[in-house]
């Protein structure tokens, strides 16, 4: 670098040409070294570290200054010059392992600001101190090893790291083991790189089952590890001594025991232990049972507990105690992992046991079931089929068994109650509806006389029926038609037959000879073995119903035949060779006399009809014209009609009159329909006038009224034959006069009622009770 400057360190660090002004450069070029600075310092500050000068100061002034980062980018003022002097300073201590170097540049300019010297490289070196201990990346570390692993197994790696310079002794971490806990079997089992931290074991005897877990303190110090300069830390290693398959399953005992009805599956007989001292719930610890001898059938399995590890002696193939009354297994017990190399199995590995078979009183079986038998259909009653026997497998129990039929549909069968002979108790007929496929099928039972309790057992009995020609052919079909004129049509004919082959067809189908009319009159044409034709023999026959017998045979041996009747209606037919409905009616049997006789009275019944209905429409009409006023449902004889509201009561004396007298119009009457009337209003037709009285009348005139009213009502043609009771509406309460069931024929009243007497016999009862009458 081409420069005009020069640098001044500390005096105690100058070297030669130092005189009062400082060290100045001869040169013109000058690579500057770079500058140490000691982290950590205490100062005092600021310190000075280098000073700058040009060789231009004498001739002119000079402003120097810094820049870079720790100078004027961040982090700010870490350094600084005196700009008139040149010196530079450090204001406060320095920290490796936050920042480690600095470059920053040193510029030298006029009063004017002009560039005097160029910009020269200042490198600031910060030097590492031993300040920061080492640190481990976790302060707990899990490792796990194999029990019975050779020395020098690797276990795990531990790691700390440390600040400070790793090229210097500052940096340098190197790595011991303080403890180990336990100290068993030995108390150095581990050892571990001193540089890479690799712990490893170091002697044999690692066993699960004695310790299962080591807790060792891993120290790392730096300075190379010198205690006594170093610093140091420390972290927790924890070694897991993992499972191996080292012990074999053993029994507790060398043999066991059990007991199991006879017939029972899916029966639990001994639990076996084992001691297993590996892990529990491993594979190594988890126990397989195989029985190795004693049971060539199968009958049992060894299923193991998965919560206890035991074996559950079960029977999986039902035993028998007439058979076999007691077992003798040997049982091998193993792990799902294989052992371990090297380790043997113990002879304490296999175990023996017994199990008991306890008698059970079993069920009769019957040795062939279903059992079939074949006969010929239709032997008769009390006939012996065969016996149906039974077995009773408990051979060692003196029982007795009996037979009874469970099911017999059609009630054909009888079975010996102590030997189980089956006899027939009707005729077995193959064509029964009880019968499928030829086969007759029964249920019969055998029960024992055992204790706790009986036993009982089905058997079936399947009886194939072969069929004997029993059943005659029955023509088909039984009725027919045909014209009256022959080559026009043909009836097939054909049978039917309950038998089976070879006791049904070929058919014969022939005309008997009596009467003789009927092969005079028809013909049969045989077609095959099952099939054939009957025709009109004549050239014409009379339409009607004629009943035609045939005599069907089949091929049975003997042969069965059966004379059948079919009934042919003989028609006239159309060119299609249909039957005409003339036809049809005459081939009913009816001739024309009769149809012409039936057509008469029908046209008679229908005209019977027709007047009966005028006659009822004439009379409705008739009845309709001379209806009574009252119709049977408006009967008011012993009834109490309802009539409007009469008025106030009995203070009210001004009486309208008016209400009682012959309406001034009509028309509420004449428009009414025919039908239901009531007896208050007046009948259609001249009625005798009744009298007219003033609108608004004297009280005192009532009497009068009333006597008027009356002879016109007893002269009155149009009246009701009968008294009549008019109700009128409520009146309403608040009546001074009292209730009139008060009244009596005793009252003592001055009243005179003797006048009813003159009123007519319609008045009598009134006038006995209340005219003054003598008393019986």
């Not at 180990?180 to 690692?206: C, H, K, R, W, Y």
């Not at 001292?277 to 594979?283: A, G, I, V």
């Not at 055992?450 to 057992?457: C, H, I, R, V």
């Not at 012993?638 to 009539?643: A, E, M, S």
Request: aromatic share 6%; net charge negative; hydrophobic share 35%.
């Amino acid at each position: 670098m081409a420069v005009h400057t020069a640098v001044e360190t500390n005096p105690e660090k100058a070297g030669a040409h130092q005189s009062a002004n400082g060290l100045r450069r001869q040169k013109r070029d000058w690579v500057i070294p770079p500058i140490n600075v000691p982290e950590n310092s205490r100062g005092p500050f600021p310190q000075q570290l280098v000073r700058i000068r040009s060789d231009k100061d004498k001739e002119i002034h000079i402003r120097y200054s810094i820049t870079g980062v720790g100078a004027d980018q961040p982090p700010m003022e870490v350094f600084n010059i005196d700009p008139v002097s040149g010196r530079m300073y450090v204001t406060r201590p320095m920290d490796r392992e936050e920042r480690a170097s600095y470059h920053l540049r040193a510029h030298a300019v006029d009063m004017n600001g002009n560039k005097v010297e160029n910009p020269i490289d200042l490198y600031i070196y910060v030097i590492d101190m031993n300040d920061n201990r080492p640190e481990f990346i976790n302060q707990v570390y899990n490792g796990s090893v194999d029990e019975g692993s050779k020395p020098g197994t690797y276990v795990m790696t531990v790691t700390a790291n440390d600040a400070d310079d790793g090229t210097t002794a500052n940096g340098m971490v190197r790595y011991r083991i303080v403890t180990q806990t336990p100290q068993s079997p030995s108390q150095n089992m581990f050892t571990i790189n001193s540089e890479t931290g690799d712990i490893v074991t170091v002697a044999a005897g690692l066993d699960r089952e004695k310790v299962q877990q080591y807790i060792v303190i891993v120290q790392a110090t730096d300075m190379e590890g010198n205690l006594n300069y170093g610093l140091s830390n420390t972290a927790t290693a924890i070694i897991t001594v993992t499972d191996v398959n080292d012990n074999p399953p053993e029994f507790t005992t060398s043999t066991y025991s059990g007991e199991v009805p006879e017939n029972r599956v899916e029966v639990v007989v001994a639990n076996l232990t084992v001691m297993d001292r590996d892990q529990p719930h491993s594979p190594n610890w988890n126990a397989i049972y195989r029985i190795i001898s004693g049971d060539p059938s199968g009958h049992f399995t060894v299923r193991t507990d998965p919560v206890t590890n035991e074996g559950m002696v079960t029977v999986v193939k039902a035993v028998d105690y007439e058979m076999n009354r007691a077992f003798m297994l040997t049982v091998m017990v193993s792990n799902q992992a294989p052992l371990a190399s090297g380790i043997q199995m113990s002879f304490q590995s296999t175990a023996g046991v017994t199990i008991s078979v306890t008698d059970v009183n079993e069920a009769p079986y019957f040795p062939t079931n279903h059992k079939l038998i074949r006969l010929e259909e239709g032997v008769p009653t009390g006939t012996v089929l065969t016996t149906f026997s039974a077995v009773d497998p408990d051979r060692f129990m003196q029982q007795a068994v009996r037979y009874s039929k469970l099911s017999d549909p059609a009630n054909w069968l009888n079975i010996n109650a102590t030997n189980g002979q089956i006899t027939t108790a009707a005729v077995l007929d193959r064509e029964s509806d009880y019968i499928k496929n030829n086969v007759y099928e029964a249920t019969f039972l055998a029960a024992d006389n055992g204790e706790n309790p009986p036993a009982s057992g089905t058997g079936t009995l399947q009886i194939y029926l072969i069929d004997i020609n029993d059943n005659a052919p029955e023509l088909l079909p039984k009725e027919a038609q045909i014209c009256e004129k022959p080559n026009l049509n043909v009836i097939n004919i054909t049978a039917a037959d309950a038998d089976i082959d070879p006791n049904v067809g070929p058919f014969v189908f022939e005309l008997p000879s009596v009467p003789s009319a009927v092969r005079k009159n028809w013909t049969i044409t045989r077609l095959n073995g099952d099939y054939a034709q009957l025709s009109l023999r004549i050239m014409y026959l009379e339409a009607g119903v004629y009943d035609v017998p045939i005599i069907v045979t089949d091929s049975g041996n003997p042969p069965l035949y059966n004379t059948s009747v079919i009934k042919v209606k003989v028609c006239p037919c159309d060119e299609n060779g249909d039957c005409t409905t003339i036809g049809a009616v005459a081939a009913a049997g009816l001739g024309t006399g009769a149809i012409i006789a039936i057509l008469i009275c029908i046209i008679i019944l229908l005209t019977m009809v027709l007047l009966f209905v005028v006659w009822m429409k004439r009379r409705e009409k008739e009845r309709h014209t001379k209806q009574l006023l009252i119709d049977p449902e408006d009967d008011v004889r012993d009834n109490i009609l309802k009539y409007d509201e009469e008025g106030g009561g009995e203070e009210d004396q001004d009486y309208d009159l008016s209400q009682l007298q012959q309406p001034e119009t009509m028309d509420h009457v004449l428009n009414k329909t025919p039908g239901v009337r009531r007896v208050d209003e007046r009948p259609i037709g001249a009625e005798p006038q009744y009298p007219i009285r003033p609108v608004i009348p004297h009280p005192g005139d009532i009497g009068d009224f009333i006597n008027e009213g009356l002879r016109a009502a007893d002269n009155d043609p149009t009246a009701p034959p009968y008294d009549s009771l008019l109700v009128f509406d409520y009146e309403g309460s608040g009546s001074t006069a009292g209730s009139v069931s008060s009244l009596n024929s005793s009252s003592s009243g001055d009243q005179d009622y003797d006048y009813l007497n003159d009123w007519g016999p319609r008045f009598k009862k009134l006038a006995d009770m209340y005219g003054g009458g003598e008393e019986d």
